[in-house]
C-alpha cells in the first residue's frame, strides 16, 4: 500500500509538473504567435509603403513628361499685362510724376529751385556734364591729388617759408582730373563700354 501510494504521489507530481509544462508551452506558443502576427502586420506595412511608392514614383514620372512637352508660359501680372513695354515716353511721365510727388513736400524756396534744375535746358546739360566733364573717377582722382599736392606744398612752404598763391589746388585738381579721364578712357578702350 505504501508502494501503491507513492506511485499515486509520484503520478501525481508528474501530472502536476506536465500540467505546467503544458502551460508553459501554451504561453510560449502564444508569445511565438503574437510576433509572428506582429511581424506579418510590420511586412504588411512595409510592402504597401513599397507599392505607394512606385504609385508615387510612376505618377511624378507621368507628371515630368507631360511638363516636358508643353511649352513654358511666363505668368505676368495684371498691372504687366496693361503696361506694356517700357518706352521713354512712359519713363518720362514717370519721372514727372515723382518730382511733383517730391515737390509737394518741399517749401516753397525749394520746390522752385526744384523746378528750375529740372527744367529740359538744365537736365540736358547736367546730363552732357555728367557723362564727360564730371565723371565719378575723374573727380575722384582729381579731389585725391588735390589733397596730397596741397598737403606736402603746404608742409614745404611753411618748412622754406615761402607763400602759397591759391592757384596750387586748382592746378593739382585739374591734374588729378586729367589722370581720371585718361583712366576712363583707357578702360573704355581695354573692357568695353559698360552697359
Not at 502551460?23 to 513599397?50: C, F, I, P, V, Y
Request: positive net charge; charged residues 25%; glycine residues 6%.
Amino acid at each position: 500500500m505504501a508502494v501503491e501510494k507513492n506511485i499515486g504521489a509520484n503520478n501525481e507530481r508528474a501530472g502536476a509538473k506536465q500540467e505546467i509544462h503544458r502551460e508553459h508551452l501554451e504561453a510560449l506558443a502564444n508569445a511565438q504567435k503574437d510576433h509572428l502576427r506582429d511581424k506579418l502586420e510590420q511586412a504588411g506595412k512595409e510592402s504597401s509603403r513599397d507599392v505607394d511608392q512606385h504609385k508615387a514614383l510612376t505618377e511624378a514620372q507621368e507628371l515630368a513628361n507631360e511638363t516636358k512637352e508643353r511649352p513654358v508660359i511666363t505668368p505676368q501680372s495684371p498691372a504687366e499685362r496693361r503696361r506694356g513695354p517700357i518706352t521713354k515716353q512712359r519713363r518720362e511721365q514717370s519721372f514727372r510724376g515723382h518730382i511733383k510727388d517730391a515737390q509737394q513736400d518741399m517749401t516753397s524756396g525749394e520746390r522752385l529751385f526744384s523746378k528750375l534744375i529740372h527744367t529740359a535746358p538744365i537736365e540736358k546739360v547736367s546730363d552732357i556734364a555728367s557723362s564727360t566733364i564730371a565723371r565719378p573717377n575723374a573727380l575722384l582722382c582729381g579731389s585725391i591729388a588735390a589733397f596730397f599736392t596741397i598737403t606736402i606744398l603746404y608742409f614745404t612752404a611753411k618748412h622754406y617759408g615761402f607763400q602759397l598763391s591759391g592757384f596750387e589746388a586748382i592746378a593739382a585738381f585739374v591734374g588729378g582730373w586729367l589722370l581720371g579721364i585718361l583712366y576712363d578712357y583707357f578702360s573704355v578702350m581695354i573692357r568695353g563700354k559698360k552697359h
